[in-house]
Each structure stands twice: as C-alpha cells, then as structure tokens.
C-alpha cells in the first residue's frame, strides 16, 4: 500500500475493517465508491461507472453521488439487502494539515436505516434478533430505531416453532438477526418473514449471558428478566451499538412482553382474514387495515396497526377504547377540530429519534416545532375528556416549553444542511448578528468601492468580482490597461481582461471571508448546543408522540364508525357472541352502501358447533370471515359493523380457510391444509373462536369427509371452542345430534332451472350443493354442463355412467357400490413396510395389463 496515493491508502484502510458493506467515502461535495463496491453498486444506482488515479494500482473503478441527496441512493441499496458504510470527513478540509481525517461514523443496514420515506406510514421498520436457548426455546428482542421501541420476549413450550413463526409474522421485520452455522433456524425464519434481510453474528453472542447484561448495562428493563429474552436483547443492544456508533438515547429501555398478553393471532389467521396484508399482493388494498385506517399521522397509522394485529383480552381495557371512541363520535365538532390539528403534524415519533441520533437537521426541528405547538392545541380540545382520552392528554403537557425553545433559536427558512450557516434565528446570538451585519454591509462597501475606483483611475467598465479560487478582485478591460494605476496587483489573466486587487481589497477579503467562515463555524456550533437543549427532553417527546399516535388511532377508529354506520359492541363476561345484522367490513365497502346482505349470528353457550352448507358463492366464506373480523374488531376497541352485537372475549382465533400450495416449503394444499388443522386441534380452547372452511377437500373424497367428521367430533367433545365449520359433505349435516351442533345453510332461490344466491344464512341444512348451476354460472359450454348432469344423474342412481356422444366414457367400476374390484382387495392387503420399490414397479405393471386387458373385453362386448 506505500505506492498507493495518500487518499486511496486512507480509503483503503478504513475498507479492510468494513469489507461487508459499501463504504461511501466522503470527498468534497460526493460520497465516492472504489474498486468491487462501484462495481457492484453502480447499475443498483444508475450512475456511471468511472475510473480514478490509485498510484501503483493504474486505475481502479470509482463511482460517485452528491452528499446533499445521499438519502435517495443509500435507500436503492439497502432495499437490495446491502449495507452501507457512512465514511465522512472529520475535521474542516481548509483546517486539515495533510489528508482530511476520515472514519465510519454509521452502517446503515435494512433495520437501521432511518432517511429513506415509505409509501405507507403504518409500516414499522423492525429490527428483531432470534436467540435459540437449549432444545426448546427462543428469546425474540425487538427494536425500532425511528421510534425508539426496544422490546424483548422468551418463547417456550408446546409449539414454540409455530409460536416464533406467528410472532416473525406479525412483526413483519426487515431485518433479522441470527446466530451463523443454525441451517435450520435460518430456514425457519425465511419461511416466515421471506423479504427480510439476515444478518449473522457469531454463535457466541447469543449464549454469552453476562455479556448481554453489559451491552443492557446503560438501559432500564420492564418487567421479568428472562435468559433467553436477555440473550437476545443484548444481542440486538451490542448490534445497534456497533452500527450506529453512539450514544441511542432515544432506547433507553427495553419492555418485556408476552404474546399471550393480547389475542394470539397464527400467521394463517392474519393471512386468510387478510388484516393489514392481501392475499393477492400482500399490499393494504382489501385489508381490515385499509377500512378502518382513517388516521392522519405516521404514528397514528401505526398504533392503528398494532391494535388490529393485537387485539385485547382485558375487558376493561377494551370498554376504555370503546369509551373513547364513543365520545369522539358524539362530539363531532371536538372530533373534527382534532383531526384538522392531526393533519397538520409531523411524526413527532420519527423526528424524536432522529434527534436522539444527531441526525435532526434544522427543517427537522421546525418540523418538530410545529407539531409540538399544534399538540398543546390538541391538548386544549381534550379538555373536557375524562378516561383514556384524558390520560393521554395529560401525557402532551410541557410540550410547549421545547417549541419555544426552538422557535427562539432556529431560523424561520434554514437550508437543508447545517454547514453553510442561515440556520439560526437573527437576534438569537448577538456574535452571529454582527458577523452577518459586517456580512451585509460589506456588499455596500463594495458598491462604494468600485464606484470610488472607476473616479480614480478614469476607467468606467471597472468591476469588482468574487470567485472561490482568486477570492475578490478588480476587473479592467484590456483596452483600459493604460488606465491602471501603479498600487493595482495583477492576479489573473483573460483573453479580453485581467484582474488586480489592491492593499485595502486585501484587507476587506481577509477579514469578510474570515467573517463568513466563522459565522458558518458559530451557527453549527450554536445549533448543536440547540440540540442538545432540545434532547434533554427527549422523554417528554416519546411520550408525547406516542400519546398523539393514540389519540389520531381513536380518531381514526370514531371517523370509521361514522362512516361505516358501525355500533359500539358491547363485552360480555360470558362466552356468547350474538351479532344482529352482521356485515364484512372489507367486502361492504368493495360492494358500496346497500349491496351487502346482513346476516345474524348466535354463538356460544349450548351452540358451540354450526355446521354450514350450501352452495360456492353463496356466501358460506364471507359469513365465516366477517363473524372472526366482528369479534377482532370489537377486541381491538372499534365500533363494528353490525345493527347489533355482543361480544364475549375470546383468547384465540382460528382460521382454516382456503390453502394453497406453500411451495417454499415443498408442501401441497392438503399438507398445508393439515398443518392449519393441526394447530387448531393442538391449540385451541373453549375461549377460542375457529373458522374451518372445506376441511377435507384436498384429499379423496371418503378421506375427507372421515377428516371432516373426525374433526367435528374432537371439536364438540374435546375442546368445546365456539366453531363455524362449512362443507360440502352433506353427511356433516347428520352430525346435529351431537350436544352443541346446529345447521345453518346459505339461501338459494329456485326459478326453472336456474338459481340466484340470496346470500342469507339460516337455520337448517341444504339440501343440494347447486354445483352445476355455479359451474354454469361461472361460463362453462353448456353442453359440458348438460353432460356433467348426465353423469350426475347415473351416479346418484348407483347405474354405470353410459358413453357421451362422440367420446368414450370409462365406467367407475372400481367405486361401484356393493361390489368390490379383485385389484382392490390385492390393494388392501399389500404389506407396504415389505414391499420394495423393485416388487411395487412389477406389481403396478401387472396391475396395468391386467386392467388393459379388462378394457378391451368391455369394449369387444360392446361393439358386438
């Protein structure tokens, strides 16, 4: 590295102790990239791939972006899974003796990268760290740097796969962090969380407990310490310390919490009732969270987010968000008034913790002004409000005291970096002032200057000019050279002019320019201090955001309920669920007011089991849907779409409906189908509400109407869960004889041979699954529908199916009632544990010619 020139040893350097991230290294007005890191990040970039003179290297590949919109380009990479190291200049370049001293004050990863702006406000950018404890445990920590969350939880257990999958989902984390060489966990979490980037770290950080507690030494801890929630948290703690590389004032405690503290939710139920992701494109369109999402701010859109994915169990803690929301909606002027506040507020949230970091710029603090003062507004409205709405106005007292403190300080329209001064407040620092008055004043100076010179020397066309290479001079054409008097001192030649400067133009420069750098070096220097004030109130901030991300949620929630025309639930201690004119609150606003068939529900106590059937598209999902989606939302403290409803608390909801192929998991529909069953049988309560939509369907026929049977019976008699179960085994329907199940069926109107779903739920049981109507209506050829009838019809009558027009139909011989094929009974008594895959090829090649050669009797018969 001798023959290297200085700046590229320097970079070279500080590249070794980085070689993982793209360094961008501070030169001038740019961030430039060397060597692979150019390479790789130039097309990710879309700049252009240069070269630059690296000594004995020749020329090496280099590419570059202004520092002034690094934001926009660090964003493209660390959405491709890169990270970046923020390598700046540490000391004024005109001050430096030698190279600029330079060194990594940040990585920015995917979990810490705070300057990038999502579409989608709601989103929370998590960073969680996994610590597997002995055979069966994790502890999970998670932290949001842009809101200054820290929380840590233990999982342990039966199904703790399936618990820290769940709670993977739910987070959503665009970062993980994982211990290196654990294959399996590292498929377990891409599984759950396929987007997020994986980081490893060394498997002795998450076993090390007293290291954990030193990197926890500086932050307060709520609530139980548990090992494997310690391990995890430090793990995170010493991650966010060696990235970040400063004080993190802002996570300054770490929460514990537990799962089981809120409405356990699986990751197929958040999936098939679609809460705040689509099963189409994992987008908020069609979601719970889009109908009810009417905050204003980022941390109302989040808190709203959080309450949809954890509803409460706490009946009191419900009926104080419900209470909330009802006074909302019945003062619709306080309401109003709030919101035009609300709209007008930046994330206090999100600013507080880029002032935590020493990242708020001047526009920041401004920002943070604002809504500070438009807080103590908010605040003033509560006034009358009592419970929770009272609480959380209380929370925003003292905010005002900071607004003043920046708005006497900070310049009313600052640029956008602190370097080049213009960012404090004239009359702030009587310093300050007088540097820019000598500032100001010296444009009059010169104006009198230039004008005293063209009297003395005769020349009229005489200028006086600044640029930043030859500072201030005087200009004179060449055909007034003459004119030049003897004390002018030529500094630059042009093809039709020269420059001089003068003994007193000498004196005014060096002391104006000395002015202009020290007024910039006063104001970042008096605005850190700014800062700082700003920062020791860093606890009132939090709580402050964090209370108006609440109040803008329950204003959101009162604005859905006005507009929905949904009504206040009310939480019963017993286990009922009665909901009168019940609506899908997704489906509703797809359809518009008026198109949507409501329908009644009563479940619990002795009902514990309806059994639904009816036809596809008649509505046997949504009703399903919306019964789970009514009782989350009355948990969560919103109002519901409904005429009436009565909500028991519930501990669990389970969804089994649809599935799909999981092809990154190499599992078929009927697996994945059956891995939902089984977390339903395994995990349910009596408290829990299931939804079970086609269970058996992914299998033969016999195999899943035995599953569907065998469920129910486990349901009723084992764990007694308020069920709604649909299918299209109509033998379910039999099954009313058992203590707590009831039918009930979609409606269908019959006209000739037609049918229209009326999409009413009943008592009682169909009588006809309607298939070939659906089948009809969905646009088959109808001779394709005449034919299947045809079928339809011999098979009902047990008669073997007779040959279409034009095709050869084979008969189901096998499946004939009362008789049974030789080659079935040679199936049934196969001793599969002895038979190897030589002898099973042998026996199916047998098998097959000895079905051909059944065919072609049955063929010969007929044509003779």
Excluded at 783 to 806: D, F, S
Aim: glycine share 8%; aromatic share 6%; hydrophobic share 40%.
């Amino acid at each position: 590295m001798s023959n290297l020139t200085p700046m590229m040893r320097q970079y070279m350097e500080i590249k070794q102790q980085h070689p993982d991230a793209i360094l961008f290294f501070h030169l001038g007005d740019f961030y430039e990239l060397f060597f692979e890191d150019a390479v790789k990040a130039a097309p990710v970039l879309e700049v252009v791939l240069t070269s630059r003179d690296a000594g004995s290297l020749g020329r090496v590949p280099m590419c570059g972006v202004p520092c002034h919109s690094a934001a926009v380009y660090i964003a493209r990479l660390v959405s491709q899974g890169f990270k970046v190291a923020l390598c700046e200049q540490l000391e004024v370049p005109s001050q430096a003796k030698g190279i600029v001293r330079r060194g990594v004050t940040r990585i920015i990863t995917p979990g810490t990268f705070l300057e990038g702006e999502t579409a989608d406000k709601s989103v929370h950018q998590y960073l969680v760290a996994v610590a597997p404890v002995r055979a069966h445990g994790y502890g999970v920590a998670v932290a949001e740097l842009g809101t200054g969350e820290f929380r840590a939880t233990s999982l342990e257990g039966t199904g703790v796969t399936d618990q820290l999958v769940d709670e993977l989902y739910r987070l959503q984390p665009v970062e993980v962090v994982l211990p290196e060489g654990n294959e399996a966990l590292h498929q377990l979490v891409r599984s759950a969380v396929p987007s997020a980037a994986l980081t490893f770290r060394p498997q002795d950080c998450f076993r090390d407990l007293e290291r954990a507690r030193a990197a926890l030494a500086d932050l307060d801890w709520e609530g139980e310490q548990a090992e494997a929630a310690l391990l995890a948290a430090g793990v995170l703690a010493s991650y966010l310390s060696e990235t970040q590389k400063r004080e993190l004032k802002h996570l300054h405690r770490v929460s514990w919490y537990r799962p089981t503290g809120f409405m356990l939710l699986d990751a197929a139920t958040r999936r098939n009732l679609e809460l705040t992701r689509s099963l189409i494109d994992g987008g908020r369109k069609g979601t719970l969270l889009e109908v009810l999402d009417y905050t204003l701010t980022g941390m109302g859109g989040r808190r709203l987010r959080d309450w949809i994915e954890q509803p409460l169990l706490d009946p009191e803690a419900i009926e104080r968000r419900l209470e909330a929301v009802t006074y909302l909606v019945e003062q619709p002027i306080i309401l109003e008034e709030l919101r035009s506040r609300l709209k007008k507020m930046g994330d206090v949230e999100r600013l507080a913790s880029r002032l935590s970091l020493g990242l708020a710029g001047a526009r920041d603090l401004l920002l943070l002004k604002e809504a500070l003062l438009l807080a103590g507004e908010v605040r003033e409205k509560l006034s009358p409000a009592t419970g929770l709405l009272g609480e959380l106005r209380d929370r925003l007292a003292g905010v005002e005291e900071v607004a003043v403190l920046i708005e006497e300080a900070v310049a009313p329209d600052p640029p956008a970096g602190l370097q080049e001064g213009g960012i404090i407040k004239d009359g702030y620092n009587p310093e300050v002032d007088r540097l820019r008055a000598l500032r100001r004043d010296g444009r009059e100076y010169l104006a009198a200057l230039e004008a005293k010179e063209r009297e003395r020397t005769g020349i009229k066309s005489l200028k006086v000019g600044y640029n930043r290479v030859f500072g201030y001079y005087l200009e004179v054409t060449r055909a007034n050279l003459h004119l030049v008097p003897p004390d002018y001192q030529r500094r630059q030649t042009l093809a039709q002019a020269e420059r001089f400067v003068t003994p007193e133009l000498k004196q005014y420069e060096e002391m104006v320019l000395g002015a202009e750098e020290r007024l910039c070096s006063l104001e970042y220097e008096l605005f850190c201090q700014v800062r700082e004030r700003v920062q020791a109130h860093l606890d009132r901030l939090l709580r402050a955001a964090r209370a108006l991300g609440q109040i803008d949620a329950l204003a959101g929630l009162a604005v859905a309920a006005v507009k929905g025309r949904y009504v206040r639930p009310r939480i019963l201690s017993s286990d009922l669920i009665r909901i009168r004119e019940g609506r899908h609150p997704v489906v509703e606003r797809a359809l518009g007011p008026g198109n949507f068939v409501p329908n009644d529900t009563l479940l619990g106590g002795e009902r514990r089991l309806a059994i639904i059937t009816g036809p596809n598209m008649g509505g046997k999902s949504t009703y399903m849907r919306q019964v789970a989606l009514i009782v989350l939302m009355a948990q969560m403290g919103s109002y519901v779409p409904a005429a009436e409803a009565e909500i028991g608390v519930v501990d669990r909801i389970f969804t089994r409906v649809g599935a799909a192929d999981n092809l990154y998991g190499g599992q078929s529909t009927f697996m994945v189908e059956m891995g939902e069953c089984r977390t339903i049988l395994t995990q349910a309560t009596s408290r829990s509400l299931v939804v079970m939509d086609e269970v058996g369907r992914g299998t033969s026929t016999y195999d899943g109407m035995s599953l569907a049977r065998s469920m129910v019976e486990f349901l009723v008699y084992r764990l007694r869960p308020k069920t709604l179960f649909s299918t299209h085994y109509h033998e379910l329907t039999d099954l009313e004889r058992y203590p707590g199940v009831f039918n009930l069926h979609v409606a269908v109107r019959e006209e000739g041979d037609k049918v229209s779903f009326l999409y009413r739920v009943l008592p009682g049981k169909a009588d006809r699954s309607y298939g070939l109507h659906v089948a009809a209506l969905a646009g088959l050829p109808p001779e394709v529908v005449q034919r299947a009838g045809e079928i339809l019809e011999e098979l009902e009558n047990h008669r073997p199916v007779a040959e279409g027009k034009g095709r050869r139909v084979i008969q189901l011989d096998l499946f004939s009632g009362g008789w049974e094929h030789p080659l079935l009974a040679e199936l049934s008594r196969l001793d599969l544990d002895q038979l190897t895959p030589l002898k099973a090829l042998n026996l199916l090649a047998e098998w097959q010619e000895r079905l051909r050669e059944e065919r072609r009797k049955q063929g010969g018969g007929r044509r003779g």
